[in-house]
Nanobody, 120 residues
Framework: ESRLAESGGGLVQPGESLRLSCVGSGFTFSDWYISWIRQAPGKGPEWISTIPRTSTISETYADSVKGRFTVSRDNAKNTVYLQMNNLKSEDTALYYC????????????RGQGTQVTVSS
């Protein structure tokens, strides 16, 4: 069974950083693009970033996080990371990863998510 599992969320103050991890299992991780999506309370899913299979293709980011968030991957560990710097209160959301270039409900495989709360 194909699975994704996120970790690394928590409560931080504005301006601080967090690094989220997304670990895949049950499929050939290196064959897939991986996307990060977040969902704030009362709002719909917001696509954040997608990382391609290889570094020959650039990652893509939503304007809301561009310049603050960086996505990377370690295929040897079946893991994609989301480094989040200069966090803002509006970044508060449940963050989850999805298999493929997906934006939320169209992710064929997705994890349960990890909560990020930015508050002073």
């Amino acid at each position: 069974e194909s699975r994704l599992a996120e970790s690394g969320g928590g409560l931080v103050q504005p301006g601080e950083s967090l690094r989220l991890s997304c670990v895949g299992s049950g499929f050939t991780f290196s064959d897939w693009y991986i996307s990060w999506i977040r969902q704030a309370p009362g709002k719909g899913p917001e696509w954040i970033s997608t990382i391609p299979r290889t570094s020959t293709i650039s990652e893509t980011y939503a304007d809301s996080v561009k310049g603050r968030f960086t996505v990377s991957r370690d295929n040897a560990k079946n893991t994609v990371y989301l480094q989040m710097n200069n966090l803002k209160s509006e970044d508060t959301a449940l963050y989850y990863c999805g298999r493929g270039y997906c934006t939320g409900e169209n992710c064929g495989v997705r994890g349960q998510g990890t909560q990020v709360t930015v508050s002073s």
